[in-house]
C-alpha cells in the first residue's frame, strides 16, 4: 500500500472517530432559564378562607423583582390570573408592566369569570393572540394549552359551546369521574389534534427537540381538579416519547407525580396565605430541569425520560 493510500485511510478513521463529538457539540443545547407563577387569583375583595386575593399583587410584584435580578429567557403565568370581575385585569397586571422579561399567558377557569359579553375578550386582554399555540426555545417546543376549551364557564349562555360542554359534564358526572366539576374543562377534538400535530412536528426541526407542555388544568395524577378528558390526553402524550415535562397550576395546594418516566408538576397558588409566597425558576441544563422555589413552592429535579435530548 502506498503512502497516500495509507494516509488516506488513516485520515479517514480519525475523522469516523471524532463524527461522534462533533454531532455531540453541533447538537449541545445552552442552559437558560424561566420564571413561574401560578394562580395569582387577585380581586379586589376581603380573603376568603386561605385565600387572600387582594395580596397577589404585591407577591406578584415581589415576583417580577426577583425574576429582573435573574437572566430569565422568558416567565410564564399559568392561569387564573383574576378571580373575577373584569377591572381586576387592570390592576394585576400592573406589576408586569415593571418586568425585564417576556411574559406567556395561559388562560385559567377565573379568567372567564367576568360579564358573558366580556369573555370572548378575555386572551386579547391577557395579550394573547391564540388561546392555545406554541413557541421554541433553546432546544425545546413549549406548548400552551387551553383547558378551558370545553367548559361551562369560558362560553357565554345560549351559546352552542356552553350548551355542548353542559352535556359533557351530565354525562361525565353519570360515570361519576371525580374530575366531573364545573371549574374544570376539557380539551376539544381540534385542539387535541393541534396537540399531536405539534408534538410529532418537534422532531421534524433541523434538529430534534424536546416538549414542554404548559397547561392550567393538571391530568396527572388522579385528581378533583384534573382535565375532564385527561385520559384522551395522556393517550396523545404517550405517543410522543419526547414530550418531557407537564407543568401547570389550578390546584393551589400542588402536586408532583411520575408516569412512564415523564414528571408532571402542579404549581402552587400564589394566592394562597396571607404572607407567604409561591414561585419559582426552571433552569434547563444538558441532562435535567431544575426546579428552584420560593416561598411555598418546593425546589425538585426533574431528569428528562427522552435520551436522544441530551
Known sequence: MNLTRRRFLRTAAMSSLAAPSIMRAERSIPEFEI????????A???AKGTRFYRQSIGKLGAAVEHFNGQNLAFCVHLGDLIDREWRSFDEILRPLTKSR??????????????LDE???QVPGRMGMERRYYSF???????????TNDVS??????GTVERAAAEDVLKRHESAKLIQAKPWNGGIGTAQLAWLDRTCAQALEMHYRRGVVILSHHPVWPDNAHNVWNASEVLAVIDRHPHVVA??????HAGNFAERNGLPFVTMRGMVETKDTTAFATLRFA????????HGREPSRELKPRWPGLL
Open 35 to 42: 420564571g413561574l407563577v401560578a394562580d395569582a387569583q387577585f
Open 44 to 46: 379586589d375583595i376581603d
Open 101 to 114: 422579561h417576556r411574559w406567556h399567558h395561559l388562560l385559567g377557569n377565573h379568567d372567564f369569570d367576568v
Open 118 to 120: 366580556l369573555k370572548p
Open 136 to 146: 421554541d426555545h433553546g432546544g425545546y417546543r413549549f406548548v400552551v394549552l387551553d
Open 152 to 157: 361551562t364557564y369560558a362560553h357565554a349562555a
Open 246 to 251: 407537564w407543568i401547570n397550576g389550578h390546584n
Open 286 to 293: 444538558a441532562d435535567r430541569m431544575v426546579l428552584s422555589g
